[in-house]
């Protein structure tokens, strides 16, 4: 299938999802637009669980989560090519060097640039540490690692969540910078939880 080269949107519709313990979203049903959406709610209101389930890493009981044309149940590789959810947390992959660890999501992205994600990496620093065991980094590092990742795959889904927490202040600069950029604001859905005001071009915001 094509995909549109402009306008992406996210459409989520009447969807349901509940832990053992708890229900988090019955019949929710929201769209977002290219650009930023801030997504603001208390702790424990389902901003996480709505940026995992968007980005394929949790699947809802029922209700529909659409990327343009793409149907995450019915179309999940095609739908995942094109979303990256960064939630900075280490990855369950303790066996892979840094280095294998990139060059994994580089093969699951089509059309993704080496190049480009090589000077994200020095931007936040992060180069000497591509020889490492993954279970090495800090979290801070990990955070970085999947923030250069989430700003050089060339994905029309972002999902960001809390995406200055643990950062310094060169890395806080240099994330928003390109976050803010024009060219990513049309060609991006992005979508990002944070307990502070991101400081950000929004283009919506939406409450849980």
Request: hydrophobic share 45%; aromatic share 2%.
């Given at each position: 299938m094509e995909l549109k080269q402009s306008s992406p949107m996210l459409h989520v519709e009447q969807l349901d999802f509940h832990f053992a313990t708890h229900s988090v979203f019955q019949g929710f049903s929201q769209q977002f637009?290219?650009?930023i959406t801030w997504l603001r709610g208390a702790n424990g209101t389902g901003k996480t669980t709505l940026l995992k389930l968007a980005g394929g890493a949790?699947?809802?009981?029922?209700?529909?989560?659409?990327?343009?044309?793409l149907d995450s149940a019915s179309m999940p590789l095609a739908y995942r090519a094109q979303a990256f959810y960064c939630g900075g947390d280490a990855p369950a992959l303790p066996w892979l060097r840094v280095h294998e660890f990139l060059d994994l999501h580089l093969a699951l992205y089509p059309g993704s640039d080496?190049?480009?994600?090589?000077?994200?990496?020095?931007?936040?620093?992060?180069?000497?540490?591509?020889?490492?065991?993954?279970?090495?980094?800090?979290?801070?590092?990990?955070?970085?690692l999947q923030?250069?990742?989430?700003?050089?795959?060339?994905v029309r889904l972002l999902l960001i969540d809390?995406?200055?927490?643990?950062?310094?202040?060169?890395?806080?600069?240099?994330?928003?910078?390109?976050?803010?950029?024009?060219?990513?604001?049309?060609?991006?859905?992005?979508?990002?939880?944070?307990?502070?005001a991101p400081q950000l071009p929004l283009a919506a915001t939406v409450q849980l």
């Open positions: 637009g290219p650009g949790l699947a809802p009981l029922r209700g529909k989560l659409r990327l343009d044309e080496q190049a480009l994600l090589n000077a994200e990496l020095a931007a936040f620093a992060i180069t000497s540490s591509l020889e490492q065991s993954i279970t090495a980094l800090s979290l801070g590092q990990h955070k970085k923030l250069a990742l989430a700003l050089a795959l060339p809390e995406p200055f927490n643990g950062l310094d202040s060169d890395a806080m600069a240099h994330l928003r910078q390109r976050l803010a950029e024009p060219a990513r604001l049309t060609r991006q859905c992005i979508v990002l939880t944070s307990h502070l």
